[in-house]
């Protein structure tokens, strides 16, 4: 190699190195940027709501006097509605999986269903709000009750379960299989004892992770009328009812500076709420994992 190829080469590692350093500091730049952000954001928080987070904060009903408002109607609401949510969209959503990746047939029809359920896992959640309006509340005349924004909720979140759960169930190796009909299981035998014990992390993280979502939505309750006050405790699934993000809008919306500082209390409790339903997500991920 003479000197000139040398010099060539030389340029060429210098350059590469120069870009690599230019795009190490970009992604460093953008890393800090969403950081800085979240801490600015997380501080402005706990800051303004800190001193309205009290045990009368949570046991009290909303109020018109933001020294006395509290979440408890929307906390209860909030269990009601994941009760209602959580079983129908992890029975249909797991359903669809072990459908559509253990009995249905490769054809084009299949693929058309795969790929409108991952289109519908990017489609804005108002969508499926007029959705639930429509059939739940008025076809099916089920009012601004319990049981309709479960099942509006349930719609929102069923392409991520149904995703989640074919991921999992896609994951599993194929001898295990082999080794499930080798010792003459059926098919069924070999899914309920095999496949969906060894899927349980994928499909109980992507179902918590969904509910999650779903917990913290908005635009779908207001669009099938969910109410945002609310002095009362639901009693069965066709009782009105109120959710903290809807709770938090009503009190951001107020034109009083104390109740933009009650609904940081309220966020702040959402906050841990969400905390503690993705750390469930990852406790039951690494616990399913060491067994399977």
Same mark, same amino acid.
């Given at each position: 190699?003479?000197?000139?190829?040398?010099?060539?080469?030389?340029?060429?590692?210098?350059?590469?190195?120069?870009?690599?350093?230019?795009?190490?500091?970009? +992604?460093? !730049?953008?890393?800090?940027?969403?950081? @800085?952000? &979240?801490?600015?954001?997380?501080?402005? #928080?706990?800051?303004? =709501? %800190?001193?309205?987070?009290?045990?009368?904060?949570?046991?009290?009903?909303?109020?018109?006097?933001?020294?006395?408002?509290?979440?408890?109607?929307?906390?209860?609401?909030?269990?009601?509605?994941?009760?209602?949510?959580?079983?129908?969209?992890?029975?249909?959503?797991?359903?669809?999986?072990?459908?559509?990746?253990?009995?249905?047939?490769?054809?084009?029809?299949?693929?058309?269903?795969?790929?409108?359920?991952?289109?519908?896992?990017?489609?804005?959640?108002?969508? +499926?709000? !007029?959705?639930?309006?429509?059939?739940? @509340?008025? &076809?099916?005349?089920?009012?601004?009750? #319990?049981?309709?924004? =479960? %099942?509006?909720?349930?719609?929102?979140?069923?392409?991520?379960?149904?995703?989640?759960?074919?991921?999992?169930?896609?994951?599993?190796?194929?001898?295990?299989?082999?080794?499930?009909?080798?010792?003459?299981?059926?098919?069924?035998?070999?899914?309920?004892?095999?496949?969906?014990?060894?899927?349980?992390?994928?499909?109980?993280?992507?179902?918590?992770?969904?509910?999650?979502?779903?917990?913290?939505?908005?635009?779908?309750?207001?669009?099938?009328?969910?109410?945002? +006050?609310?002095?009362?405790?639901?009693?069965?699934?066709?009782?009105?009812?109120?959710?903290?993000?809807?709770?938090?809008?009503?009190?951001?919306?107020?034109?009083?500076?104390?109740?933009?500082?009650?609904?940081?209390?309220?966020?702040?409790?959402?906050?841990?709420?969400?905390?503690?339903?993705?750390?469930?997500?990852?406790?039951?991920?690494?616990?399913?994992?060491?067994?399977?």
């Amino acid at each position: 190699m003479n000197l000139v190829d040398k010099k060539v080469v030389q340029n060429k590692m210098n350059k590469r190195i120069i870009s690599n350093r230019i795009m190490r500091q970009m +992604f460093f !730049l953008a890393s800090a940027f969403g950081i @800085v952000v &979240l801490a600015i954001l997380l501080y402005r #928080i706990f800051s303004e =709501g %800190l001193p309205y987070l009290d045990w009368r904060f949570l046991t009290n009903f909303a109020s018109r006097f933001p020294e006395e408002a509290g979440i408890k109607a929307a906390i209860a609401g909030s269990v009601w509605l994941m009760a209602v949510t959580a079983p129908i969209s992890l029975v249909l959503g797991v359903g669809t999986a072990i459908y559509l990746e253990e009995y249905a047939k490769e054809n084009k029809f299949t693929q058309f269903i795969r790929m409108n359920i991952s289109n519908l896992a990017g489609v804005p959640s108002v969508v +499926f709000g !007029l959705l639930g309006l429509t059939v739940f @509340v008025r &076809l099916m005349e089920m009012g601004r009750s #319990i049981i309709a924004g =479960g %099942l509006t909720m349930s719609l929102l979140i069923l392409p991520i379960i149904v995703v989640s759960s074919q991921e999992a169930i896609r994951a599993i190796p194929k001898n295990q299989y082999e080794a499930s009909y080798a010792m003459g299981a059926t098919k069924w035998q070999t899914i309920r004892r095999i496949v969906l014990p060894a899927a349980i992390p994928g499909i109980l993280t992507g179902g918590i992770l969904a509910l999650s979502r779903a917990i913290g939505e908005t635009a779908p309750l207001l669009m099938i009328g969910a109410l945002s +006050f609310i002095a009362y405790l639901p009693e069965n699934i066709w009782s009105g009812f109120t959710v903290l993000p809807i709770q938090i809008f009503n009190w951001t919306g107020r034109p009083q500076e104390e109740f933009h500082l009650v609904a940081s209390a309220g966020i702040i409790v959402l906050l841990i709420i969400l905390l503690l339903m993705n750390s469930i997500a990852v406790l039951i991920r690494s616990k399913f994992s060491k067994r399977y």
